[in-house]
């Protein structure tokens, strides 16, 4: 989409706050909780692994929507004293994949919280669900191209796992 269609775009997100004056909406935020369950089973040496990937989701604002989908993935290395030195440190990641929306390309502010499911050894008193150690926020944005994978968090790779 042209760059013209862009400002059509940011142009249809304003709204009349008084009949002289309109107000720009320059960012949009949105939350989507996606529920995984964990399963566990034997993996082959260095086996590159999709643990999950979500629903395809959408984020809707004035009539505009954008379609995306999560998946959670990572590598198993089994230890084995040959290869040791060679490999990467296994991980996990989360990656954003940008489905469909009215522009080819997105920048995008990422959070990650991590949950898990409540269990009467982990809850502390009067919670809920227990939190894992919360991922801090990127202070940059993710630039998102439609029909692409973005990786979430790459630098944080160790806290997430």
């Given amino acids: 989409m042209s760059s013209s269609s862009l400002s059509s775009l940011t142009s249809s997100t304003t709204a009349a706050t008084t009949p002289t004056i309109p107000k720009t909406i320059e960012k949009i935020s949105f ?6 369950r964990v399963v ?29 989908t999560i998946k959670m993935h990572g590598s198993a290395s089994l230890d084995s004293d040959e290869s040791a ?10 990656s954003l994949y940008y489905v469909d929306g009215p522009i080819s390309a997105v920048d995008v502010y990422a959070h990650v919280d991590i949950s898990t499911s409540p269990s009467k050894d ?3 008193p009067g919670s809920a669900t227990p939190l894992l150690p919360t991922l801090p926020s990127k202070s940059r944005s993710i630039h998102s191209t439609r029909g692409r994978e973005t ?3 790459h630098s944080n790779r160790q806290s997430l796992t």
């Fill in 151 to 153: 990786e979430i968090l």
């Fill in 122 to 124: 982990s809850s502390p």
């Fill in 40 to 68: 566990q089973r034997q993996l082959n040496h260095n086996e590159a692994i999709i643990l999950h990937i979500s629903p395809k989701f959408a984020t809707v604002f004035d009539h505009v929507a954008f379609q995306w």
């Fill in 85 to 94: 030195d060679f490999q990467d440190p296994d991980y996990i990641a989360i």
């Fill in 31 to 36: 939350r989507y909780i996606w529920p995984v």
